[in-house]
């Protein structure tokens, strides 16, 4: 289905991309099926209950009308973050008191066989685009690294520890059964390019930007990853990155 770029607050053509807001269920479908490939499921289609109550954004390559990405997002304020997919897994009171629109991205990913940054860079123009135009002051989600054994990221989780973790007033707290804690491995040797081979793409673009992380993971066997709360205050972005994200815009 072609999406109208200029009626769509997300709508947005660079090159053979363009993106928009998902407007049918069939834009959804593509979506949910997209996720269960891209984070390796054992079933057709990854579907939640937050697919009904938060907005699908979509990526297509326009020359064969290929679903290449997606992400959903929805916005929060105050106490209303609590009710968010993220809060499932992480005790979010202390942002609770975040002064400000809170706009949550979840479950972006890439199809596999997609290797074309532009792809990506679309995307973070799209969500640029939507940050500035409803004044978002805090953008958040769960970054996830793939599979649930925790042995490859022993590196990462490190460095999150020594360099990324979140301000202490702003610190999600732990409530998921099964968690991993990076203090856990603030003593092991820290090895920054084996760290930074197994930093998920997207985390490494939201610590680029200033974000940071909880201080630990949550293994998620439903969606077999581990993932970690990444929240990025917009005003802490350095200016550089904004003038280069606007221009995606």
């Not at 593509?30 to 209950?49: E, M, N, T």
């Amino acid at each position: 289905m072609t999406a109208d770029a200029h009626h769509d607050p997300l709508g947005l053509i660079r090159g053979r991309y363009r993106v928009y807001t998902a407007n049918s269920s069939q834009d959804i479908q593509a979506a949910q099926s997209l996720r269960a490939v891209a984070f390796g499921l054992r079933c057709p289609q990854d579907i939640d209950a937050y697919d009904s109550c938060q907005d699908h954004v979509l990526v297509r390559d326009s020359d064969s009308d290929r679903l290449v990405c997606c992400f959903r997002t929805k916005v929060f304020d105050g106490t209303a973050i609590r009710t968010s997919y993220a809060a499932q897994f992480y005790g979010l009171h202390r942002l609770a008191a975040f002064d400000g629109p809170m706009m949550e991205l979840g479950r972006f990913c890439v199809h596999p066989d997609i290797s074309d940054p532009d792809v990506v860079r679309i995307a973070w123009g799209a969500m640029t685009q939507f940050v500035d135009s409803h004044g978002i002051r805090f953008l958040f989600g769960c970054t996830s690294f793939a599979g649930v054994d925790v042995r490859p990221y022993l590196d990462a989780f490190a460095l999150l520890q020594a360099r990324h973790l979140a301000p202490v007033r702003w610190q999600p707290a732990e409530t998921a059964a099964e968690a991993v804690r990076f203090a856990d491995y603030a003593s092991k040797p820290l090895d920054l390019k084996t760290a930074m081979q197994h930093m998920p793409p997207l985390l490494r673009t939201y610590l680029l930007m200033g974000g940071w992380v909880s201080d630990h993971a949550v293994i998620d066997r439903q969606m077999n990853t581990l993932h970690v709360f990444t929240g990025l205050e917009i005003d802490a972005v350095p200016e550089n990155r904004k003038r280069l994200l606007r221009r995606l815009a």
